[in-house]
């Protein structure tokens, strides 16, 4: 069973068409990206699967139905426009919002207080809430994402505004709460942040959804018929089906005539002797992949 | 436990536990303490208690009879009257400063009336007042007793309606004081839980927090514990200040005991709760419209204030009410849910209200409260995720997907 079953949703905000058709699933346990650039219609999406926004059409299934008071209690949100109450105390804060997921008052005050050891934010907890740094911030609404310990969690824009260091633990935060069986959906616009963390994806353009798979999958799909070679010394001048080659930093990228598949080249390169220090099928990135697809469509602006 | 209870715990405490509010609640009584204190202490220490002096030319008061020394209360002592032989030895008791002035009852006094005072300074109306009780009763002392207590107290008018046995007392000042000082009360606790609430609102918005808050629980029980948590503080308060007052009218009535012949209605009271309830709740819900429909607080603060002002209006028009309380403006007034809290008990000391206007009245009040909340909750769902971005009026008329 799907965590999230997303099928056919439209919604229109005046003139303008924000989500359109878009239909997707969320398999339990995976780390799924919801990708697409600024204004694609990413946050109505989301919004609609938590049930803040009703779509015009189509349906949503989270947790294996519709949404319920009582599976707010077993969802992490961070949203891409987060915020904490600011004149209270840091503690006051987040047993509140951990309250509010429904935690009993005294389990709220043991996990808050786990948690801001775990993020360095203990000695700062009597402290206001506005007199914390930026980054303190960012990590105190990272705690209201997961002090009640969700089964999914939904993160809007991890990244916007982190530091690398910060960067870094959110991805290593993440990686650990899969590993602990979780479902996360990671949805954001700076592509080469989830291509190492993704398992599967939908991209989403205008509303409209672009491309859905495994990460890999799609890559392969869009791979062209380019090859990564460095070799320990120089290349053979002549190399049959190879179209073109290119000097590429301490290596060399080989375009292939259609008739030529990456494993015959290899086979072609060992059968000639040439020792090789590293071979690869060009994969694309995925913002190579989505100005390919926009461009393809004509909808590049 | 029921998560609008922890919406309406958080919203109550953590205004109630600020010294802010504290210090608001405790200064307004402390203030009004000291105001009285200082009046009545003005009071006594400016009053002359030295006598006053007469000198009888007419003939008529040659053997009278000093009047009863006390009256009830905090100033209870009358002021003694002293008889003088002639001019020269008053006029020496007045240079010693042994009393504060003496009258000079003229021969003609029975067919004229006319009586001299000579003082060094201006003479307290208590005095004067005392000395003409003091020649009435000694020119009645040979009537009935009963005709000379009538001719002093004189009459008591009594307002009585044809068609009710409700009564309206003319000199009832007392009661006109407590409706424009629960008028003053209500305003202030309408503001302040007015202020509070726009404030929860607008601050949600500023601070972002309003996703992770409809993830967490339904809009409806967040509105109601926000809206009844921040009520509360409001009524926290007027109680408050209720029972302060409650005190002070206790202390008014021991020191000035003539203030219990002005009987209150109660049914004045219960007019004035059922008037209030629902418009605080009214103006309670159009703040918080306008706290999610606005962009920051200071903007919504500045539209918030166009909500409690026409409250006080029926205060312009204190004067053309009382002279009036029948007269359409009157009558408009009490209908008109905003300026209904004040004119309708106002006006129910004054005259004798038909029962269709308090019930419409009433009505009218609770159906805005209703329609005020209904408002606020859409304006809610609409304006609070629009970071940055108002939300119009007709925004919220329009029907929603």
């Known amino acids: 069973m799907s965590t999230i079953q997303v099928n056919q949703i439209s919604k229109r905000f005046g003139t303008q068409q924000a989500v359109d058709q878009v239909s997707f699933e969320v398999e339990p346990g995976e780390i799924f990206g919801l990708l697409g650039p600024n204004g694609a219609g990413k946050t109505t999406t989301i919004r ?7 779509p015009d059409s189509g349906e949503v299934e989270i947790l294996g139905g519709k949404m319920t008071e009582e599976k707010k209690n077993r969802i992490g949100y961070l949203p891409e426009e987060r915020g904490l109450y600011q004149d209270i105390s840091l503690e006051t804060c987040l047993n509140y919002l951990a309250r509010l997921k429904g935690l009993k008052p005294t389990d709220a005050a043991e996990r808050v207080e786990q948690m801001m050891k775990r993020f360095d934010l203990y000695d700062h907890r009597k402290k206001k809430v506005k007199e914390l740094s930026k980054g303190m911030q960012q990590k105190a609404q990272l705690i209201t ?22 960067t870094q633990m959110v991805k290593d935060l993440l990686r650990e709460e899969r590993d602990k069986g979780k479902t996360i959906v990671m949805c954001t616009h700076q592509m080469h942040q989830v291509e190492e963390l993704c398992d599967r994806l939908v991209l989403i353009n205008r509303g409209k959804v672009m491309l859905y798979g495994k990460l890999n999958d799609i890559r392969r799909q869009y791979s062209g018929q380019e090859v990564i070679v460095h070799p320990l010394n120089e290349l053979p001048a002549n190399l049959p089906g190879v179209q073109r080659v290119e000097r590429e930093n301490s290596g060399y990228v080989l375009h292939l005539a259609d008739n030529l598949t990456p494993q015959l080249l290899l086979k072609n390169l060992v059968e000639q002797g040439v020792a090789l220090e590293r071979f690869e099928v060009a994969l694309p990135t995925l913002d190579e992949i989505f100005i390919q697809v926009v461009t393809a469509r004509g909808e590049l602006e | 436990m029921n998560k609008f209870w922890i919406v309406f715990g958080h919203e109550y405490l953590r205004h109630v536990k600020r010294k802010r509010f504290i210090f608001a609640l405790i200064s307004i009584p402390l203030f009004m303490a000291f105001i009285m204190g200082v009046s009545i202490l003005a009071a006594v220490i400016s009053e002359d208690r030295r006598p006053v002096g007469y000198i009888d030319q007419s003939g008529l008061f040659l053997d009278a009879r000093p009047i009863p020394p006390t009256r009830s209360g905090l100033f209870q002592n009358k002021v003694q009257i002293l008889a003088f032989e002639d001019e020269t030895a008053a006029r020496n008791a007045l240079d ?5 002035a003496y009258y000079i009852i003229q021969p003609d006094y029975l067919s004229t009336g ?11 109306s208590e005095v004067m007042q005392d000395f003409s009780e003091f020649l009435l009763t000694n020119l009645l002392k040979n009537a009935d007793p009963k005709i000379r207590a009538r001719v002093l107290e004189g009459p008591e008018l009594i307002l009585r309606p044809m068609d009710s046995d409700k009564k309206f007392n003319s000199s009832n000042p007392f009661g006109f004081i407590v409706v424009i000082f629960s008028g003053v009360i209500f305003m202030l606790a309408v503001n302040t839980s007015g202020g509070y609430l726009l404030q929860a609102v607008v601050e949600e918005k500023e601070n972002r927090t309003m996703e992770v808050v409809l993830t967490s629980l339904s809009t409806d029980q967040f509105m109601a514990g926000k809206i009844f948590g921040n009520l509360s503080v409001g009524l926290t308060q007027l109680l408050f200040w209720l029972i302060m007052g409650g005190i002070a009218a206790l202390i008014a009535l021991r020191t000035f005991p003539d203030l219990n012949e002005l009987g209150i209605d109660f049914s004045f009271f219960g007019l004035m709760a059922l008037t209030f309830l629902p418009a605080f709740v009214m103006i309670a819900a159009l703040m918080t419209m306008v706290g999610a429909t606005a962009t920051e607080s200071r903007e919504a603060q500045q539209i918030a204030g166009l909500f409690s002002l026409p409250i006080v209006i029926p205060f312009w028009f204190i004067a053309a009410i009382m002279e009036n309380p029948n007269n359409p403006l009157s009558i ?33 009040l609770t159906a805005a409260a209703a329609a005020a909340i209904w408002l606020a909750s859409r304006a809610f769902r609409l304006g609070m995720l629009r970071y940055g971005k108002k939300l119009s009026l007709a925004e919220i008329f329009r029907p929603q997907s």
């Open chain 1, 145 to 166: 994402t997961l002090v009640h310990d969700p089964q999914l969690i939904i993160i809007d824009e991890p990244f916007s505004a982190l530091d690398p260091v910060n």
């Open chain 2, 96 to 100: 010693a400063g042994e009393i504060q």
């Open chain 2, 114 to 124: 006319s009586v001299k005072i000579i003082a060094k300074e201006s003479v307290d």
């Open chain 2, 332 to 364: 408009g007034f009490s209908l008109f849910p905003f300026t209904a809290p004040l004119t309708l008990p106002l006006r129910s000391m004054l005259t004798n209200l038909p029962f269709w206007q308090i019930g419409l009245s009433i009505g009218l």
């Open chain 1, 48 to 54: 609609i699967i938590l049930d803040i926004f009703k």
